[in-house]
């Protein structure tokens, strides 16, 4: 099976699990601020790293029906917000493949 190394990121402005602080994403990344989450504020990103996906299921969110999977740390295990796989909705289309990390759950690593 091997090692499995996390990913360490180069940017100003970095943000990491809560509990672990292994690296998640960073700040360029963030596409919008306007979301929430299960424990309040939440952010949607392009990109994030360090992360295993748990299998896809289907939820009713505030913005309509959709098909997302959690997303935990892969260091700590801890459930750090979900991706978007679908989006039933025409609007909501441009979540499909990006990431929610919820800010209560993230700290500032660098």
């Not at 990913?7 to 970095?14: A, C, G, P, Q």
């Not at 963030?30 to 289907?58: D, M």
């Amino acid at each position: 099976m091997g090692l499995a190394y996390n990913v360490y990121l180069n940017s100003s402005r970095i943000y990491g699990c809560k509990d672990c602080k292994t690296h998640l994403s960073n700040h360029d990344d963030i596409i919008s601020r306007n979301f929430r989450g299960q424990h309040g504020k939440a952010y949607l990103f392009n990109t994030v790293v360090n992360i295993k996906e748990a299998e896809p299921v289907e939820r009713n969110m505030t913005t309509g029906r959709h098909i997302v999977r959690d997303i935990s740390c892969k260091q700590c295990k801890v459930i750090v917000g979900w991706k978007y796989d679908k989006a039933y909705e025409t609007p909501e289309k441009y979540k499909e493949g990006k990431f929610i990390l919820e800010a209560e759950l993230l700290v500032t690593v660098r």
